[in-house]
């Protein structure tokens, strides 16, 4: 879906992205960072609003740096900031937008009638936008982004200014676009329930630099050898053989051991202990991070790198 390799942007003499290179797959992706860590710099050079110093990308199979007009009209974006013109309401904004990619007026207005009942904005469609409430304005920026039907969103902050119930609303607008509209759709979003919520792919982003990209499922699986065991019996003879093993054992949650298996020890550890201690294993599973742990996880490496 998009295809980043050794790209460098910037603003006068400061260098924003470092360089970076990345795939992102199509679906739901994850474009997880700090505030200020590059990731709308990223999306602008990606729709051609930014030239990047070096480096090369693209979008869809189009090049970046010589195609980003048939980008443009093939991606949908919300930006994080908003952007109307005064006095302009809902129909109209909507209809603009597609007219702006290069849809006739009625087709673009017959089309901003449905994006607008999709988002939930059918009975505000005649009011002024700058009279809708920070939730409607998120709402009508992603009505902007579909009107023309594009093939992939770009979709940075999207929850940004809501509250708890427009948020989980508008999260379901996203899980339903990616999982049965056939758009794909790339957050970007300092808020990791968020991407967590609605994305299968992550690509975490910090000081310019790409720290960790993947399968979300595949990042939280915990790479140091610990387990969630759960047992039946008693658990200090089954914790003191683990120990004698050379394994740390800690609570874990619903009365669940997490084991960390020693350096090159496999699970068969375990079932010598179960088998010492005189308890039956019940459950056993590699334990997984959240996607905070991973994020966090990424920016201690960075934090470490630079101490040495």
């Known amino acids: 879906m998009i295809d980043v390799a050794g790209l460098e942007v910037g603003y006068s003499d400061t260098l924003v992205l470092q360089g970076i290179s990345l795939k992102i797959p199509e679906g739901a992706v994850g474009l997880l960072g700090p505030n200020g860590s590059g990731k709308s710099t990223l999306i602008k050079t990606l729709l051609g ?3 990047a110093r070096s480096g090369s990308g693209s979008v869809l199979g189009l090049d970046i740096a010589r195609r980003f007009l048939d980008i443009r009209q093939r991606v949908g974006y919300m930006p994080e900031r908003d952007c109307f013109f005064a006095g302009m309401n809902g129909i109209a904004s909507v209809a603009y937008a597609g007219q702006l990619v290069g849809m006739s007026y009625a087709d ?13 904005l059918s009975e505000e469609r005649y009011r002024a936008v700058d009279s809708y409430s920070a ?18 969103l770009f979709l940075d902050e ?25 758009i ?26 790409v720290l960790a990209q ?3 499922e595949s990042m939280r699986v915990s790479a140091g050898g610990s387990y969630v065991v759960r047992i039946r019996g008693e658990h200090e003879p089954f914790e003191r053989a683990l120990t004698a093993a050379g394994c740390t054992v800690a609570q874990g949650e619903r009365a669940t051991l997490r084991v960390t298996l020693g ?20 459950h056993l599973e590699p334990s997984r991070r959240s996607l905070e742990d991973v994020f966090m996880e990424a920016l201690e490496s960075v934090g470490s790198e630079g101490e040495r």
């Open 214 to 216: 993947g399968d979300i």
């Open 49 to 51: 609003h930014l030239k």
């Open 108 to 120: 673009a207005k017959q089309r901003a009638h449905e994006v607008l009942n999709y988002v939930g």
């Open 135 to 152: 939730g409607m304005l998120q709402r009508i920026k992603l009505a902007q982004a579909l009107v023309h039907d594009p093939k992939l």
């Open 263 to 282: 350096d090159g020890a496999g699970t068969d550890v375990v079932w010598r202990a179960a088998r010492e201690g005189g308890v039956q294993v019940r």
């Open 184 to 209: 794909h759709v790339l957050v970007s979003s300092h808020l990791l329930p968020d991407v967590e919520a609605v994305c299968r792919d992550v690509v975490v982003l910090a000081g310019g630099e």
């Open 158 to 182: 999207p929850t940004n200014g809501m509250d708890p119930r427009g948020r989980d609303e508008m999260l379901e607008l996203i899980r339903d676009i990616s999982s049965n509209k056939g």
